[in-house]
């Protein structure tokens, strides 16, 4: 029983910038795990952004540099804040946890960058 909510996808040109938002409700005690995967068109889902243990994160080489994972404790809530938006991020963005082996998954939420 484990609901995650995604916001703040839209249309921004490149270069821009945009932060999406992963509320967590549910049984979800601890926001280590918890991570974004996206899913461009005519490719499969591939991992973006993860927070692990002990506070780390993990990010795919694509959006080193441009990304960034952080949390919000009080709120439940972790986030997504991409700059320096590039055509190739297009894509629907997943918020996803995972528990004892179980994978949940958020509805989506579509970034465009147009060129």
């Known amino acids: 029983q484990v609901q995650l909510v995604e916001s703040g996808g839209g249309l921004v040109q490149a270069g821009g910038s945009l932060r999406l938002s992963c509320a967590a409700s549910?049984?979800?005690?601890?926001?280590?795990?918890m991570g974004w995967y996206r899913q461009g068109p005519g490719k499969q889902r591939e991992l973006v952004a993860r927070?692990?243990?002990?506070?780390?994160?993990n990010y795919a080489d694509s959006v080193k540099g441009r990304f960034t994972i952080s949390r919000d404790n009080a709120k439940n809530t972790v986030y997504l804040q991409m700059n320096s938006l590039k055509p190739e991020d297009t894509a629907v963005y997943y918020c996803n946890y995972n528990l004892f082996g179980n994978d949940y998954w958020g509805q989506g939420t579509q970034v465009t960058v147009s060129s």
């Open positions: 549910g049984r979800v005690f601890s926001l280590n795990g």
């Open positions: 927070l692990t243990s002990g506070g780390s994160t």
